[in-house]
């Protein structure tokens, strides 16, 4: 029982990520995503490297089940019920439209208007029950629902975050005649103010209840046959892990559950190798993915919309997406401008140099063209050859010749656009947010970033870039370090004048208790357990809101009740952090009370990863060919990446090949093996 | 196609650098701003503009799509003064709200700077933004009885607020003075000369890494392929000449209805907007001045060919005519508080007029009226409260489908708040917030719907006003869709349910404690003749409550019923 497993669900890729914590080795493996039922891949690429699996104490999994779900509108036929004179407010969104301009597209919501239904009861914004709910209503149409083929029902009551009784006695009144367990009311999902961003993620729940929980259960059946004997647990958006309880409970937290374990892990390598503060950068098919972390922390962003109209508000890893990945489509406009995307040629039919179908330049075509990459090993291992001559065929008539430049000229504009983009992406989420790129690392993961790492220097003025061992299976490595975490919230909308502080302690220990409740549910071992709290707040009259970290003390358990003015002091701490100045007559007002309960897990030595080989530099060069940067082809050295030294250096220009990732060390940057196996890319003048 | 001076990869790059620059300084004010018109709403702006022709080189892409077009005037405005003035120097800043001069209205607080490189002015940076109040006779400025400018707000011309980097606090003092919420314009103001400073700094850093000249050719690139792709989009468009009408229902004062006119002619790449024949300018708020008539028909254009940079160089090709004294061009110190109904307006007759050109290239008419109710009164306690804003409607069918139910204006992407934020802020209580079955136009693709909002009185006493149109005159299909209804709004008093006299503008109604008002909003108009709609399309509008069954028969014939499953 000393084998703990990640697995990550991607789009075109199913990675497994297997730890033995007895003998501190790691191992990887990679096949193809299964679908539509994902558990095929899962399975299959277990077994690729664990024949037993009653030697496995864990299995964490980063799924996109539920966001597939969601963008393709594959969840359940599902109902609602909801307060009289309200049921188009899914519908009917915030008054939004999908894009400012050209004023087309269209909503379909989850639910069909005649799947909600209306009963008699409201609530007032203060709690005052103005109308109790009918529950000969709610039954009637509980009954009418299931008539209707619904296999959930989500409860959404306006004003029940102020007082949930009506939504309570609705819910007992559902369950006692429904015939699964897939009922849920809006205040047991979010009890926060905002009816619409509520309702929506407490229907997105409902809808992807049915899916997400048969997955689950058809993969932990499939695991426990094989004698799997430990824990399986799910990633949530967050970059915490959940019991497959919770999951099949609160599928919504799931939303970006791959992505958000590929940042844990990138946090954790970047900071054991002496980087708390990192960017990394995901580039895959059709986009890349930001996200920044500063003092070995990630930002965490209330709410997402998962695609026009489907919010999901639950904390998530904040993560930024620009439409540049490799498959993305380089062309020229009418204004004879060079533009990368947002169209793009995907995984399928993929970019020219594969051969299948297209013949629109894409990045990916562009790095072939220049030799970055080789075309006789093309990544992925679905392809024996890359088509070099058709890659550059096709820039030269849809780049080349409207821009009058030659094929080498054309692939190295396409490359310069799309980093500059990339950079761009990167820009938004330092320098816009107020952090300076200098003191950043920048982390490739994904199978073609690293090929960019060195342009994101040149062009952001980032210090180093750090290239994991294996960028290519970050987010499964991020499985098995993520630690278990359960957020809560509930809307207090007070001025802190009037808060009772013994009332919001016995909120607060609710959460704790819930919480802990959770984390000892799982049966997973934790080094610590923390508990932290947060609220909203600001002056009366403005609507956005800061978060001020609440600093109360928790012991065996229990809560100390803040008082007011350690409030007012930590609001005032918070607010004069984000913009520099206090108002001094602004009264405070505290909008949600957030509260995260946490379970540490134990981290692994990273240094389990790195090479244990004596060999050098000289011995992993496997050769030289080609390759194109500025305006000139140099000889440029291979090298086998795997088989690198701890402290290796590598001068630019070198390419490091490993199965699933190409590293590009450009002239004037070197990079070295540090001793967890990352490859440190610097400037040569600035290197250690 | 491209220009010589500045090589193709560059171009690209400096396009993407100076957009980003532009959105910062967007988002910038949008986080530090105090008023939520602007920091939910964003109804604010920031750009670059030409050293001396104040054109729009480049600007954000989050704020509101009608500061696209009419902050170059706030620019020239501030040029024309700057050169009476004869001292630009370097660290000044102007700052005016006067809509006469810079478009929009008085709310609408415009900073410009002047940006100068090596001694030598390279462009402006400006920053507009919608400011909670600033003086007049009613709160936040929108006075529907307004009958000249100086009661819908204080007046300020271009004037500096900092001279050669030194803040001018007599400047200050007078604008704090004249607004009811001094703390939120402070905050505001600070916002906006801090996204300036943040333009400056920026651009500083560019130019650094770049050259002044190579930036200065790329935006020369840049307003040239604006230009070239917009008269490569108007090639595609047959030539012709192609009439529109439609009628605002009054001015608030008189209740006559006031047409606006557009004659729209295309030859070869050119356009021409001939709006002659509109009402002449009238007593009371719904008339616009001439910068944002322009802006206006950017924002048009910009809706049918929606990949057009937002540029100068995209309106090279277009002339606009506009008479004299008209509605479209009224002079000081005519009112323009409303100014948002009659833009609606324009653009509803611009895109019927190119319907006829192109009918798959246009969307119907959008349900074309903001609505802005704001109810007001004083609690138990004595403590006053003003519930303030704008109400959304449906979006007209196109060539792509049927139209967006509850949208925002063409000229706004401001989201609505949840009614539980208006609930737990001021005594009311939305009995209904609902889709409104029958709003929409028929169609091949019909409109999306508007929607139905009931708002009860908790407290004793409040007071409502409402400024809307499109109560008499329906919002238009396009390609032989049909109209869409009319904007209700009904009050109910001790002996019943009333409609104001007239239709959809009223101020001074008194409410008591659970009486309601209710506002019923148009949808959009449809697209393509009703008899071509797909009948299960019709059946299943009718299962969902879209589009009542009678309606259905009498609208598209009793097809649809076969199609039932």
């Known amino acids: 029982m000393s084998r703990m497993i990640g697995v990550d669900v991607g789009g075109t890729f199913t990675d497994i990520f297997v730890l033995d914590e007895s003998t501190g080795t790691a191992e990887v493996a990679k096949v193809p995503t299964t679908r539509p039922d994902q558990s095929g891949g899962f399975l299959d690429g277990i077994g690729r490297r664990v024949d037993d699996l009653s030697t496995v104490a864990a299995v964490v999994h980063g799924t996109t089940a539920g966001t597939n779900a969601l963008l393709e509108r594959k969840g359940a036929r599902i109902g609602v019920i909801t307060t009289e004179g309200l049921k188009d407010v899914l519908e009917m969104r915030r008054r939004d439209r999908p894009r400012t301009w050209g004023l087309r597209g269209n909503f379909e919501p989850v639910v069909d208007r005649d799947l909600r239904l209306e009963v008699p009861e409201r609530t007032l914004a203060d709690g005052t029950i103005r109308t109790p709910v009918d529950l000969d209503a709610v039954r009637e149409a509980a009954t009418d629902l299931l008539e209707k083929g619904c296999v959930a029902v989500a409860i959404l009551f306006a004003n029940a975050y102020a007082n949930p009784q009506n939504e309570a006695r609705a819910v007992e009144a559902v369950r006692a005649l429904w015939p699964n367990p897939h009922v849920s009311c809006s205040s047991e999902i979010l009890p926060e103010i905002r009816e619409y961003e509520r309702f929506s993620t407490t229907a997105l729940n409902a809808y992807l209840q049915p899916e997400v929980s048969g997955y689950l259960d058809r993969l932990d059946n499939a695991l426990r046959k094989g004698n799997f004997a430990g824990e399986f647990m799910i990633v949530q958006s967050n970059g915490g892990v959940m019991d497959t309880a919770t999951a099949c409970r609160l599928p919504v937290r799931t ?11 990138a946090g954790y390598i970047a900071e054991t190798a002496g980087f708390p503060d990192v960017i990394t950068g995901d580039m895959g098919g059709t986009s890349f993915d930001v996200s920044l972390i500063a003092g070995g922390s990630s930002v965490l962003s209330p709410q997402t919309s998962i695609d026009y109209g489907l919010v999901v508000r639950t904390p998530m890893i904040e993560i930024t997406t620009i439409g540049a990945g490799g498959g993305s489509i380089a062309w020229v406009d009418k204004g004879g401008l060079l533009n990368i995307g947002p169209e793009s040629a995907g995984s399928t039919p993929g970019p020219v140099a594969y051969g299948q179908g297209n013949t629109h330049p894409t990045v990916t075509d562009a790095n072939v063209v220049l030799g970055r990459i080789d075309p006789d090993r093309p990544i992925g291992g679905k392809l024996d050859r890359l088509d070099v001559d058709a890659a550059a065929k096709a820039i030269d008539e849809h780049v080349g010749k409207p821009l009058v430049l030659d094929t080498l000229e054309a692939a190295e504009a396409i490359l310069k656009v799309a980093n500059s983009r990339m950079a761009g992406a990167i820009r938004l989420v330092s320098i816009e947010r107020g952090f300076d790129p200098k003191r950043f690392a920048f982390m490739p993961f994904g199978g073609g970033g690293a090929l960019h790492a060195g342009a994101m220097l040149s062009e952001v003025g980032i210090g180093r870039a750090i290239v994991p061992r294996y960028p290519g299976v970050t987010s499964a490595l991020g499985c098995v370090i993520a630690d ?32 802990m409740a959770l984390l000892g549910a799982s049966g997973t071992r934790f080094e610590a357990r923390d508990t932290v709290f947060e609220l909203d707040m600001a002056y009366v009259g403005q609507t956005h809101t800061v978060a001020v970290p609440l600093p109360v003390s928790v012991r065996d358990g229990k809560v100390a009740a803040p008082t007011i003015d350690e409030i007012d002091s930590a609001f005032d701490a918070a607010y004069h952090a984000t913009y520099g100045r206090l108002l001094p007559k602004g009264v405070r007002r505290i909008m949600n009370l957030r509260t995260s309960v946490i379970g540490r897990r134990p981290k692994f030595d990273l240094t389990t990863l790195a090479p244990t080989g004596q060999g050098s530099a000289e011995a992993a060069c496997t050769g030289s060919r080609k390759v194109h940067f500025g305006d000139a082809w140099h000889e440029t050295r291979i090298y086998d990446r795997l088989a690198l030294p701890v402290g290796a250096r590598v001068d630019g220009p070198a390419i490091l090949v490993q199965p699933d990732t190409t590293v590009l060390i ?12 990352n490859t440190i890319i610097t400037r040569v003048e600035e290197r250690a | 196609m491209t220009d010589q001076s500045i090589d193709p990869i560059t171009l690209a790059v400096l396009a993407g650098r100076m957009e980003q620059i532009t959105d910062e300084m967007d988002a910038t004010l949008f986080r530090a701003a105090f008023n939520p018109i602007i920091a939910e709403a964003h109804d604010a702006s920031h750009g670059l503009y030409h050293a001396a022709t104040g054109d729009t080189l480049v600007q954000g892409k989050s704020g509101l799509p009608i500061f696209v077009g009419v902050m170059s005037f706030a620019v020239k405005a501030v040029i024309e003064k700057a050169h009476a003035d004869g001292d630009l120097a370097d660290g000044d800043i102007y700052i005016f709200n006067d809509a006469h001069l810079g478009g929009t209205h008085l709310s609408d607080m ?20 919608h400011w909670h109040d600033v003086g007049g006779a009613v709160p936040g400025n929108y006075n529907p009885a307004a009958t000249e ?12 607020i900092a001279r050669a980097g030194t803040l001018q606090q007599d400047i200050i003092d007078i604008l704090m003075r004249n607004t009811r919420l001094p703390q939120s314009a402070m905050g505001d103001l600070n916002g906006q000369l801090g996204a300036l400073d943040l333009g400056a700094r920026r651009l500083d850093e560019l130019l650094d890494e770049y050259g002044a000249d190579t930036v200065s050719a790329a935006l020369d690139a840049l307003g040239n392929r604006a230009e070239t792709l917009m008269r490569s989009e108007l090639e595609t468009l047959p030539d012709g000449r192609w009439e529109a009408e439609d009628f605002l229902d009054n001015d608030g004062i008189t209740d006559v209805p006031l047409p606006i006119r557009v004659a729209l002619q295309i030859s070869g790449d050119r356009m021409v907007l001939d709006f002659e024949g509109t009402a002449p300018a009238t007593a009371g708020p719904v008339n616009i001045a001439l910068p944002t008539a322009v802006a206006c028909c950017y924002v048009a254009i910009k809706h049918i060919f929606p990949d057009l940079p937002a540029n100068a160089g995209v309106m090279r090709p277009i002339e606009i005519r506009v008479p004299e004294k008209s509605l479209l061009a009224a002079e000081f110190p005519a009112p323009v508080g409303g100014y948002t109904e009659t833009i609606l307006r324009m653009i509803d007759v611009i895109f019927s007029a190119a319907a006829q050109a192109a009918p798959e290239r246009v969307v119907a008419n959008a349900y074309g009226t903001i609505n802005a109710l704001s109810i007001a009164g004083k609690r138990a306690n004595g403590q006053s409260w003003v519930m303030f804003s704008f109400y959304g409607g449906g979006h007209g069918g196109s060539s792509d489908g049927d139209g967006l139910n509850h949208g925002n204006a063409p000229i706004s992407t401001a989201t609505i708040p949840p009614l539980e934020i208006l609930e737990a802020a001021y005594p009311v209580m939305f009995r209904t917030w609902a889709l409104r079955a029958d709003s929409a136009g028929a169609g091949t693709h019909r409109g999306g719907l508007g929607a139905t909002y009931e708002i009860e009185l908790l407290e004793e006493q409040a007071e409502a006003f409402l400024f809307g149109e499109r109560g008499r005159f329906p919002p238009r299909g396009v390609a032989g869709g049909g109209s869409a209804t009319t904007n209700v709004f009904e009050y109910e008093q001790d002996d019943g349910w009333h409609q104001p006299p ?22 959009g108009g449809g697209y393509g003749p009703s008899e071509q709609r797909d009948p299960s399309a019709i059946a299943r509008d009718v299962a969902q409550g879209y589009v009542s069954a009678d309606a259905a028969t009498q609208t598209y014939g009793p097809a649809w019923k076969e199609a039932e499953q």
């Open chain 1, 666 to 677: 450009e002239p004037g940057l070197t990079g070295q093996v540090d001793a967890y196996g």
């Open chain 1, 484 to 515: 278990m975490r359960q957020d809560f919230v509930q809307t207090l909308n007070t001025l802190t004048s009037a808060v009772d502080p013994s009332a919001l302690a016995g909120i607060m220990q609710r959460h704790i208790d819930d919480g």
């Open chain 1, 255 to 265: 939303a970006l559950s791959g992505p958000a374990a590929g940042v844990i892990a």
């Open chain 2, 502 to 523: 007239m239709v959809s503008k009223m101020r001074g109604i008194r409410l008591t404690k659970g009486q309601r008002v209710r506002l019923m909003t148009p949808g």
């Open chain 2, 149 to 160: 400018a100086f009661q819908e707000a204080f007046i300020l011309p271009p004037v500096r």
């Open chain 2, 110 to 129: 415009r900073l410009v700077r002047p940006y100068f490189r090596d001694g030598r002015l390279f462009c402006y940076l400006a920053s507009v933004g």
